[in-house]
């Protein structure tokens, strides 16, 4: 039976420095050999899980097949490696801290002390090994924060006693900081980088591996450098430079040879095929054209709070053979009157997820936008409850038509929360739902969506049935269904006991591609397979833009 070896990846000096990309990466080259590989994501910080956390401060929430929200980090983990990541994927240190509280409730302690050695990092050494199996080759564990933070001690702790555990030949610890480039004196400076080293040497973990993010490539003298003052062979320094995309992280991890490095030191054989990272890449070059998209959101002003969806529509241009130039639109500064100002030169709209009321006003001015002007739309979760709410209003009449989460004594409650379904599928999906901080309203995780035939929506996904993944409170109310397909909305998307509405779109021959998902199809999407909806939304803004041009 095969024992799972573990990669440590630290990060030093300074926040956002690409552990996760870097872990991801280091991953997609050891499966590149043909190993089974899985990723881990322990973040120090005392809340749950990122799901009550604000998109502005965290980025957004990725949700997995069973329900679980993480970090963002999963995301790229689950793009690199093409493998679904799940409840055991990640862990915070308020998730590790509850458990050994209610361990000690429940008297597990045998009254003894609870202290952070051993019983919290007892417990963060369980979830690490939870992510273990007989067929898994290699873990990465990615720690969270910067070395040098008071919560993430206990987890750095955990990770220099694993080494004693599981033996050293099991383990293997990467550090990654940051070499800064010194205008003044014209230099990259190794001094942050020792410091860093120091303090995690200070705890008792020293680095087999040293990663450099820089500017530039670092050269052999300052490799040198830094391998003589934080105690590691020359051949352990390697740098990790900016590149112009994410994607060729990989291969520049290759051409530097770091994966090299760790399958020599965790005593793995072969060669790592890259084919698949270097035809992505060179298309990725190669675009031919070019289509601009409205982001119509309210979390506009960090960027990493759409990061999936950012990701999506890259990977819907890549199939399209076009590069997606993505303007966010904040939609508070929407009104009747500037409307042309920010959408007049898209080529598609897409109108996010997200929850609460403000700047609804703005996306259905947007929906109603796209769904006059003709223009490709896309809403996804929320942005298909606006499409809904802004077709009730303005086509059926139906002027009051609302969510109860923006009003909840509404007398036209289009979307609202179905509480007696949520009652019946929380007791059926109690593991999910109860991890939520709202609890049994929440629907999270992976879902089965039965799609009709001759809709736009079967001919993306040429399935009759498809999962995808949930994230929300409030539902479409069915009993609007009948007024509202009777002006022309197509249900074309139903839970398979046909009690809940997943997908809606307008018929091909009153609209290009007007088509609005309660899930959130971008968390499914990767450069190798990109996803059928955003591959075809694309498509159809390409189309429309090249038929434009040539009207005029």
Not at 179 to 202: A, D, F, I
Not at 354 to 365: P, S, Y
Not at 369 to 391: S, T
Request: aromatic share 8%.
């Amino acid at each position: 039976m095969k024992k799972t070896k573990f990669i440590f990846v630290t990060g030093g000096v300074l926040s956002s420095l690409g552990k996760g990309l870097a872990a991801a990466s280091i991953g997609a080259l050891l499966k590149a050999r043909g190993l089974n590989v899985s990723i881990q994501k322990l973040d120090p910080y005392l809340n749950l899980d990122p799901g009550t956390m604000s998109p502005f401060q965290h980025g957004e929430v990725f949700v997995t097949d069973d329900g679980a929200e993480t970090d963002l980090d999963l995301g790229h983990y689950e793009r690199y490696l093409g493998v679904a990541m799940s409840r055991k994927n990640t862990y915070t240190a308020g998730r590790i801290y509850t458990q050994v509280l209610n361990k000690e409730r429940q008297g597990k302690y045998l009254g003894g002390t609870v202290q952070v050695i051993p019983h919290v990092t007892d417990e963060v050494k369980a979830a690490i090994r939870s992510i273990a199996a007989p067929d898994l080759d290699v873990a990465l564990v990615e720690i969270g924060g910067t070395i040098g933070d008071i919560e993430g001690l206990p987890f750095l702790e955990a990770i220099r006693q694993l080494k004693n555990d599981l033996g050293k030949n099991r383990c293997l610890y990467i550090h990654l900081t940051l070499v800064p480039y010194l205008k003044t004196s014209g230099e990259l400076k190794s001094k942050p980088t020792q410091h860093s080293v120091k303090e995690l040497r200070s705890i008792g973990i020293q680095p087999d591996i040293i990663m450099c993010r820089s500017e530039d490539t670092l050269t052999p003298e300052l490799k040198r450098k830094i391998a003589l003052f934080c105690d590691v062979p020359k051949d352990a320094v390697f740098s990790a430079i900016d590149v112009e995309n994410i994607y060729q992280v990989p291969l520049e991890f290759n051409r530097e040879g770091i994966d090299t490095k760790v399958a020599r030191l965790l005593r793995f054989k072969g060669e790592p095929d890259v084919t698949p990272w270097v035809q992505l890449n060179e298309r990725l070059e190669n675009l031919k054209n070019e289509v601009s998209i409205g982001l119509v959101g309210k979390y506009v002003a960090l960027g990493e709070s759409y990061k999936s969806l950012h990701e999506a529509l890259t990977h819907g241009g890549l199939d399209n053979q076009v590069q997606v130039k993505i303007r966010h639109i904040n939609a508070e500064e929407l009104k009747p009157h500037n409307l042309g100002k920010y959408l007049g030169g898209l080529d598609g709209i897409l109108i996010p997820g997200g929850f609460g009321d403000r700047g609804i006003e703005g996306m259905l001015l947007a929906a109603r936008y796209a769904r006059e002007k003709k223009r490709p739309f896309f809403g996804i979760c929320l942005g298909m409850q606006c499409l809904v709410i802004e077709f009730a209003r303005h086509v059926c009449g139906i002027i009051e038509a609302t969510s109860e989460e923006f009003n909840p004594k509404a007398k036209d409650k289009i979307i609202y929360l179905m509480a007696n379904w949520y009652d019946h599928r929380a007791r059926r999906h109690e593991k999910r739902d109860s991890n939520s901080a709202l609890g049994g309203t929440m629907r999270l995780g992976s879902y089965p969506c039965c799609l009709s035939t001759g809709t736009l929506a079967y001919q993306a996904y040429k399935k009759l049935e498809i999962q995808e993944r949930h994230r929300h409170r409030f539902e479409f109310n069915k009993a609007y269904q009948e007024v509202l397909a009777g002006h022309g909305l197509k249900f074309c998307g139903l839970s398979p006991d046909q009690t809940l509405i997943e997908m809606v779109e307008l018929p091909i021959e009153d609209h290009p591609w007007y088509l609005g998902c309660q899930f959130h199809p971008e968390f499914k999407s990767t450069p190798m397979n990109p996803h059928p909806l955003f591959r075809d939304f694309i498509k159809t803004a390409l189309a429309k833009k090249v038929s434009k041009k040539r009207l005029s």
